[in-house]
T-cell receptor
Framework: SAVISQKPSRDICQRGTSLTIQCQVDSQVTMMFWYRQQPGQSLTLIATANQGSEATYESGFVIDKFPISRPNLTFSTLTVSNMSPEDSSIYLC??????????FGPGTRLTVT | AQRVTQPEKLLSVFKGAPVELKCNYSYSGSPELFWYVQYSRQRLQLLLRHISRESIKGFTADLNKGETSFHLKKPFAQEEDSAMYYCALVGQGFKTIFGAGTRLFVKA
């Protein structure tokens, strides 16, 4: 199994600014993912964070808005750029060791005013 | 198209009653299916996966390929089962597709 931590746990930001969310795993993992969970809705995959290469984004998500880094097998960051109130959501990091099962972080609750 | 459908947003049962959370999927290959659970103020965590065929916290789920279903069942619900339950399918590229979720409320 893997234990995942995220920072910050929550933040309130002004529109037009950017926030970087950090995700740390306590062991090396094959895959890392970023999800968005809007109020009352399910998880939507933003992108797969690839170690040493550009992230793979899902339809509707672009690198300019959600740049992602993954410098090694235990760490990733997601930046929410030029924020608007529509970006208010919970952002989740998850990891998989290749067994299909995913381990989730506690989430980052973002409010954009 | 790959899709997971959970038709019930909310399911309310009395303690001791049987519970069934429905999940149907659409996938062209052999699916890897999971149930995840999120208790109040806790992170999302795996409850069970179809390939293990085991019972976790009294819950079981059987994959029915003919009906493309993976319903979650428990014969006697407990108050501590109250949570949000997500059915999930792992598709191509290890990407996990989540259903909309069902909130289970077990009444005393």
């Amino acid at each position: 199994s893997a234990v995942i931590s995220q920072k910050p746990s929550r933040d309130i930001c002004q529109r037009g600014t950017s926030l970087t969310i950090q995700c740390q795993v306590d062991s090396q993992v094959t895959m890392m993912f970023w999800y968005r969970q809007q109020p009352g809705q399910s998880l939507t995959l933003i992108a797969t964070a690839n170690q040493g290469s550009e992230a793979t984004y899902e339809s509707g998500f672009v690198i300019d808005k959600f740049p992602i880094s993954r410098p090694n097998l235990t760490f990733s960051t997601l930046t929410v750029s030029n924020m608007s109130p529509e970006d208010s959501s919970i952002y989740l990091c998850s990891a998989s060791d290749g067994s299909y099962e995913q381990y989730f972080g506690p989430g980052t609750r973002l409010t954009v005013t | 198209a790959q899709r997971v459908t959970q038709p019930e947003k909310l399911l309310s049962v009395f303690k001791g009653a049987p519970v069934e959370l429905k999940c149907n999927y659409s996938y062209s290959g052999s699916p890897e299916l999971f149930w995840y659970v999120q208790y109040s103020r806790q992170r999302l965590q795996l409850l069970l996966r179809h390939i293990s065929r085991e019972s976790i916290k009294g819950f079981t789920a059987d994959l029915n390929k003919g009906e493309t279903s993976f319903h979650l069942k428990k014969p006697f619900a407990q108050e501590e089962d109250s949570a949000m339950y997500y059915c999930a399918l792992v598709g191509q590229g290890f990407k996990t597709i989540f259903g909309a979720g069902t909130r289970l409320f077990v009444k005393a």
